[in-house]
Protein backbone atom coordinates (compact mmCIF):
# COMPACT_ATOMS: atom_id res chain seq x y z
CA UNK A 1 0.00 0.00 0.00
CA UNK A 2 2.95 2.75 0.79
CA UNK A 3 4.97 1.37 -1.85
CA UNK A 4 1.67 1.86 -4.37
CA UNK A 5 1.29 5.33 -2.80
CA UNK A 6 5.39 6.25 -3.37
CA UNK A 7 4.83 4.82 -6.78
CA UNK A 8 2.10 7.31 -7.30
CA UNK A 9 3.32 10.43 -5.94
CA UNK A 10 7.31 9.68 -7.75
CA UNK A 11 4.46 10.10 -11.24
CA UNK A 12 3.71 13.40 -10.48
CA UNK A 13 5.55 16.96 -10.57
CA UNK A 14 6.28 17.11 -6.68
CA UNK A 15 5.34 20.69 -5.83
CA UNK A 16 1.69 19.01 -7.41
CA UNK A 17 2.18 16.36 -4.55
CA UNK A 18 3.29 18.46 -1.53
CA UNK A 19 -0.19 19.99 -1.82
CA UNK A 20 -1.83 17.02 -2.46
CA UNK A 21 0.14 15.68 0.94
CA UNK A 22 -1.20 18.73 2.93
CA UNK A 23 -4.38 18.17 2.01
CA UNK A 24 -4.41 14.93 3.24
CA UNK A 25 -3.26 16.76 6.66
CA UNK A 26 -6.12 19.19 6.29
CA UNK A 27 -8.36 16.47 5.86
CA UNK A 28 -7.74 15.01 8.84
CA UNK A 29 -7.75 17.60 10.94
CA UNK A 30 -11.18 18.10 9.03
CA UNK A 31 -12.11 14.81 10.05
CA UNK A 32 -11.01 15.31 14.08
CA UNK A 33 -13.23 18.04 14.12
CA UNK A 34 -16.37 16.51 13.03
CA UNK A 35 -16.48 14.71 16.30
CA UNK A 36 -18.51 17.78 17.07
CA UNK A 37 -21.75 16.11 15.08
CA UNK A 38 -21.18 12.91 17.53
CA UNK A 39 -20.22 14.77 20.99
CA UNK A 40 -20.69 17.69 22.74
CA UNK A 41 -17.64 17.76 25.33
CA UNK A 42 -14.99 15.26 25.27
CA UNK A 43 -13.23 14.59 28.65
CA UNK A 44 -10.47 16.81 29.36
CA UNK A 45 -7.81 13.99 30.61
CA UNK A 46 -8.58 12.36 26.94
CA UNK A 47 -7.76 15.73 25.81
CA UNK A 48 -4.94 16.55 27.39
CA UNK A 49 -3.56 13.06 26.32
CA UNK A 50 -3.90 13.81 22.32
CA UNK A 51 -2.52 17.27 22.94
CA UNK A 52 0.27 15.36 23.95
CA UNK A 53 0.64 12.89 21.76
CA UNK A 54 0.44 16.12 19.18
CA UNK A 55 3.92 17.25 20.82
CA UNK A 56 5.29 14.46 20.85
CA UNK A 57 4.58 13.74 17.05
CA UNK A 58 5.99 17.12 16.17
CA UNK A 59 9.11 16.78 18.32
CA UNK A 60 10.09 13.50 16.63
CA UNK A 61 9.11 15.32 13.17
CA UNK A 62 11.22 18.04 13.82
CA UNK A 63 14.67 15.72 13.77
CA UNK A 64 13.96 12.36 12.17
CA UNK A 65 12.27 14.24 9.44
CA UNK A 66 13.97 17.62 9.58
CA UNK A 67 16.98 18.25 11.20
CA UNK A 68 18.99 15.17 10.41
CA UNK A 69 18.05 15.12 7.01
CA UNK A 70 19.24 19.02 6.99
CA UNK A 71 22.46 18.15 8.90
CA UNK A 72 23.30 15.16 6.64
CA UNK A 73 22.79 17.08 3.10
CA UNK A 74 25.34 19.38 4.41
CA UNK A 75 28.53 20.21 3.46
CA UNK A 76 31.99 19.93 5.69
CA UNK A 77 33.03 18.53 8.81
CA UNK A 78 32.64 18.78 12.40
CA UNK A 79 30.82 22.37 12.95
CA UNK A 80 30.91 23.43 10.00
CA UNK A 81 28.42 20.50 8.76
CA UNK A 82 25.87 21.69 11.45
CA UNK A 83 26.21 25.60 10.99
CA UNK A 84 22.83 25.40 8.54
CA UNK A 85 21.20 23.16 10.75
CA UNK A 86 22.01 25.86 13.58
CA UNK A 87 20.87 28.96 11.72
CA UNK A 88 17.64 27.31 10.00
CA UNK A 89 16.64 26.18 13.45
CA UNK A 90 16.98 29.24 15.70
CA UNK A 91 15.44 30.91 12.70
CA UNK A 92 12.11 28.71 12.51
CA UNK A 93 12.24 29.57 16.43
CA UNK A 94 12.46 33.19 15.66
CA UNK A 95 10.13 33.15 12.96
CA UNK A 96 7.57 31.54 15.27
CA UNK A 97 8.63 33.78 18.13
CA UNK A 98 7.53 37.13 16.30
CA UNK A 99 4.05 35.26 14.94
CA UNK A 100 3.49 34.61 18.41
CA UNK A 101 3.82 38.35 19.68
CA UNK A 102 2.10 39.38 16.93
CA UNK A 103 -0.59 37.22 15.94
CA UNK A 104 -3.62 37.88 18.22
CA UNK A 105 -4.45 34.48 20.25
CA UNK A 106 -5.46 32.35 22.74
CA UNK A 107 -4.64 28.66 23.62
CA UNK A 108 -6.94 26.16 23.86
CA UNK A 109 -7.25 25.45 27.80
CA UNK A 110 -5.95 29.04 28.80
CA UNK A 111 -8.34 31.91 30.46
CA UNK A 112 -9.28 35.04 28.23
CA UNK A 113 -7.29 36.95 30.24
CA UNK A 114 -4.26 34.97 29.36
CA UNK A 115 -4.38 36.10 25.20
CA UNK A 116 -1.20 36.80 23.70
CA UNK A 117 -0.50 38.69 20.76
CA UNK A 118 -1.36 42.58 19.91
CA UNK A 119 -4.53 43.89 21.59
CA UNK A 120 -8.19 43.05 19.54
CA UNK A 121 -11.84 43.24 19.89
CA UNK A 122 -11.90 39.86 18.40
CA UNK A 123 -13.82 37.13 19.81
CA UNK A 124 -12.49 33.98 22.17
CA UNK A 125 -13.48 31.94 19.12
CA UNK A 126 -11.56 33.59 16.72
CA UNK A 127 -8.40 33.30 18.84
CA UNK A 128 -8.47 29.94 19.78
CA UNK A 129 -8.43 29.40 16.08
CA UNK A 130 -5.62 31.50 15.02
CA UNK A 131 -3.63 29.66 18.04
CA UNK A 132 -4.32 26.46 16.20
CA UNK A 133 -3.03 27.64 13.36
CA UNK A 134 -0.18 28.67 14.36
CA UNK A 135 0.60 24.91 14.99
CA UNK A 136 -0.15 24.57 11.17
CA UNK A 137 2.25 26.59 9.76
CA UNK A 138 5.03 24.85 10.36
CA UNK A 139 3.64 21.51 9.93
CA UNK A 140 2.77 22.83 6.24
CA UNK A 141 5.69 24.00 5.80
CA UNK A 142 7.97 21.31 6.61
CA UNK A 143 6.05 18.62 3.94
CA UNK A 144 6.50 20.84 1.35
CA UNK A 145 10.18 21.43 2.05
CA UNK A 146 11.19 17.97 1.90
CA UNK A 147 8.97 17.57 -1.54
CA UNK A 148 10.70 20.85 -2.90
CA UNK A 149 14.04 19.38 -1.76
CA UNK A 150 12.64 15.60 -4.83
CA UNK A 151 12.00 18.30 -7.00
CA UNK A 152 15.53 19.78 -6.51
CA UNK A 153 17.22 16.82 -6.56
CA UNK A 154 18.48 16.09 -3.64
CA UNK A 155 19.61 12.50 -3.11
CA UNK A 156 18.92 13.10 0.94
CA UNK A 157 15.14 14.13 -0.14
CA UNK A 158 12.89 11.37 -1.02
CA UNK A 159 9.22 10.99 -1.55
CA UNK A 160 8.62 8.22 0.83
CA UNK A 161 10.00 10.63 3.67
CA UNK A 162 8.00 13.42 2.73
CA UNK A 163 5.12 10.86 2.60
CA UNK A 164 6.04 10.00 5.75
CA UNK A 165 6.18 13.18 7.44
CA UNK A 166 2.82 14.14 6.25
CA UNK A 167 1.32 10.91 7.28
CA UNK A 168 2.70 11.67 10.74
CA UNK A 169 1.14 15.30 11.25
CA UNK A 170 -1.67 14.45 9.70
CA UNK A 171 -2.15 11.48 12.31
CA UNK A 172 -1.41 14.52 15.07
CA UNK A 173 -3.90 16.76 13.23
CA UNK A 174 -6.82 14.11 14.24
CA UNK A 175 -6.98 14.86 17.57
CA UNK A 176 -5.55 18.39 16.84
CA UNK A 177 -9.19 18.53 15.18
CA UNK A 178 -10.93 17.35 17.92
CA UNK A 179 -8.65 20.15 20.29
CA UNK A 180 -9.98 22.85 18.70
CA UNK A 181 -13.78 22.05 17.93
CA UNK A 182 -14.65 20.37 21.54
CA UNK A 183 -13.83 23.85 23.15
CA UNK A 184 -15.80 25.90 20.84
CA UNK A 185 -18.74 23.06 20.69
CA UNK A 186 -18.70 23.64 24.56
CA UNK A 187 -18.76 27.16 24.38
CA UNK A 188 -22.50 27.22 23.15
CA UNK A 189 -21.04 27.41 19.24
CA UNK A 190 -23.27 25.21 17.16
CA UNK A 191 -22.04 22.11 15.58
CA UNK A 192 -21.63 23.23 11.85
CA UNK A 193 -20.09 26.37 13.04
CA UNK A 194 -17.51 24.62 15.48
CA UNK A 195 -17.05 22.04 12.74
CA UNK A 196 -16.15 24.65 10.42
CA UNK A 197 -13.95 26.78 12.98
CA UNK A 198 -12.04 23.59 13.37
CA UNK A 199 -11.21 22.26 9.96
CA UNK A 200 -10.48 26.38 8.37
CA UNK A 201 -7.41 25.89 10.83
CA UNK A 202 -6.00 23.62 8.87
CA UNK A 203 -6.28 25.17 5.68
CA UNK A 204 -3.03 27.09 6.48
CA UNK A 205 -1.00 23.63 5.63
CA UNK A 206 -1.83 23.34 1.82
CA UNK A 207 -0.54 27.09 1.42
CA UNK A 208 2.27 26.93 3.50
CA UNK A 209 3.12 23.52 1.77
CA UNK A 210 3.23 24.96 -1.68
CA UNK A 211 4.82 27.95 -0.66
CA UNK A 212 7.96 25.32 1.00
CA UNK A 213 8.19 23.53 -2.09
CA UNK A 214 8.41 25.96 -4.47
CA UNK A 215 10.90 28.06 -2.82
CA UNK A 216 13.58 24.87 -2.31
CA UNK A 217 12.22 24.13 -5.82
CA UNK A 218 14.18 27.34 -7.50
CA UNK A 219 16.61 28.11 -4.56
CA UNK A 220 18.00 24.80 -3.85
CA UNK A 221 21.22 25.74 -1.79
CA UNK A 222 18.39 26.52 1.06
CA UNK A 223 17.10 23.38 1.66
CA UNK A 224 19.01 22.51 4.40
CA UNK A 225 18.30 25.63 5.55
CA UNK A 226 14.55 25.27 5.24
CA UNK A 227 14.49 22.12 7.16
CA UNK A 228 15.78 23.28 9.97
CA UNK A 229 14.06 26.63 9.87
CA UNK A 230 10.71 24.23 10.06
CA UNK A 231 12.03 22.06 12.77
CA UNK A 232 12.72 25.21 14.80
CA UNK A 233 9.14 26.74 14.13
CA UNK A 234 7.82 22.79 15.48
CA UNK A 235 10.26 22.67 18.38
CA UNK A 236 9.04 26.23 19.68
CA UNK A 237 5.70 25.58 19.12
CA UNK A 238 5.69 22.48 20.90
CA UNK A 239 7.55 24.03 24.21
CA UNK A 240 5.47 27.66 24.06
CA UNK A 241 2.12 25.95 23.06
CA UNK A 242 1.29 22.26 23.07
CA UNK A 243 3.17 21.73 26.49
CA UNK A 244 1.43 24.33 28.08
CA UNK A 245 -1.69 23.49 27.36
CA UNK A 246 -1.55 19.93 28.87
CA UNK A 247 -0.34 21.62 31.90
CA UNK A 248 -3.54 23.72 33.03
CA UNK A 249 -5.07 20.78 34.98
CA UNK A 250 -4.47 17.68 36.88
CA UNK A 251 -3.32 15.62 33.79
CA UNK A 252 0.40 15.86 33.36
CA UNK A 253 1.13 12.09 33.64
CA UNK A 254 -1.45 11.46 31.22
CA UNK A 255 -0.36 14.42 28.73
CA UNK A 256 3.71 13.02 29.06
CA UNK A 257 2.82 9.94 27.93
CA UNK A 258 0.80 10.86 25.21
CA UNK A 259 3.39 12.64 24.26
CA UNK A 260 6.47 10.04 24.78
CA UNK A 261 3.81 7.82 22.37
CA UNK A 262 3.49 10.16 19.90
CA UNK A 263 7.18 10.10 19.68
CA UNK A 264 7.72 6.89 19.58
CA UNK A 265 4.70 6.42 16.85
CA UNK A 266 6.43 8.95 14.49
CA UNK A 267 9.97 7.72 15.14
CA UNK A 268 8.73 4.52 13.95
CA UNK A 269 7.09 5.29 11.31
CA UNK A 270 10.28 7.33 9.83
CA UNK A 271 12.44 4.63 10.41
CA UNK A 272 10.16 1.68 8.93
CA UNK A 273 8.77 3.89 5.97
CA UNK A 274 11.25 6.71 5.65
Given amino acids: MFETLVTYFESIPPVLAALYATLFTWFLTALGASAVFFFKKMNRVVLDGMLGFTGGVMIAASY ?81 VLFGGVAAGIPEASIAGALTLAIGIGIQNFPEGIAVSMPLRRMGMSRTKSFMYGQASALVEPVAGVVGAVAVAFFTPVLPYALAFAAGAMIFVVVEEVIPETQQDKNTDIATLGLILGFVVMMMLDVALG
Fill in 64 to 144: WSLLSPAIDMSAGEGFIKVIPASVGFVAGALFLFGLDKALPHLHINFKEQDKEGIKTPWRRTTLLVLAITLHNIPEGLAVG
